[in-house]
T-cell receptor
Framework: DTAVSQTPKYLVTQMGNDKSIKCEQN?????MYWYKQDSKKFLKIMFS???????INETVPNRFSPKSPDKAHLNLHINSLELGDSAVYFC?????????????FGNGTRLTVT | SQQGEEDPQALSIQEGENATMNCSYK?????LQWYRQNSGRGLVHLIL?????REKHSGRLRVTLDTSKKSSSLLITASRAADTASYFC????????FGAGTILRVKS
């Protein structure tokens, strides 16, 4: 069983479109995250949720909206996609909040905006 | 900034050799974590070392932490081709922040 799974693995879309990425974890963790990895492999946190509540919201454009229907799921919706949104997006989860315990990552969604 | 910086940016060694990667940071931390990322995959946690610990081992991995120098090192002994990956340190102060990584290539 995949611990943290995200879909789709690849997403190619045009500027201006709206798209969603889904994430599910079966580890029973309370905290989930979205990270963005750019072309230079730099990994930056976007959002952190603990038990369905938003904990961290970094300086991310409000075109990005996370949604957590339950503590096992954290989806990412992106409106009005721009070229600069092209990156690999990783979902992750952890047992404790904020870096006190290891993160478990999904395999990423490579988003390409044309 | 809190962000860890890995050194070197890239490392190429022969199978069987040891690989050492370093991480430096600027602010006080609660813990420091090392992750591995294979091409096209997510990050995999390797070791977490807390600020009051100096050294931890896991199999062929050895991590040291020197809080006075604000630095950590990851040593992989007897490297294998399968160790080829990017290695990231992540520092936990008030949040977990990742460095830019070291690309390790192990040639067989």
């Amino acid at each position: 069983d995949t611990a943290v799974s995200q879909t789709p693995k690849y997403l190619v879309t045009q500027m201006g479109n709206d798209k969603s990425i889904k994430c599910e974890q079966n580890l029973g963790h309370d905290t989930m995250y979205w990270y963005k990895q750019d072309s230079k492999k730099f990994l930056k946190i976007m959002f952190s949720y603990n038990n369905k509540e938003l904990i961290i919201n970094e300086t991310v454009p409000n075109r990005f909206s996370p949604k957590s229907p339950d503590k096992a799921h954290l989806n990412l919706h992106i409106n009005s996609l721009e070229l600069g949104d092209s990156a690999v997006y990783f979902c992750a989860s952890s047992q404790e909040e904020g870096g006190n315990s290891p993160l478990h990552f999904g395999n990423g969604t490579r988003l390409t905006v044309t | 900034s809190q962000q860890g910086e890995e050194d070197p940016q890239a490392l190429s060694i022969q199978e069987g050799e040891n690989a050492t990667m370093n991480c430096s940071y600027k602010t006080s931390i609660n813990n420091l974590q090392w992750y591995r990322q294979n091409s096209g995959r997510g990050l995999v946690h390797l070791i977490l070392i807390r600020s009051n610990e100096r050294e931890k081992h896991s199999g062929r991995l050895r991590v040291t932490l020197d809080t006075s120098k604000k630095s950590s090192s990851l040593l992989i002994t007897a490297s294998r081709a399968a160790d080829t990956a990017s290695y990231f340190c992540a520092t936990h102060g008030n949040k977990l922040v990742f460095g830019a990584g070291t690309i390790l290539r192990v040639k067989s």
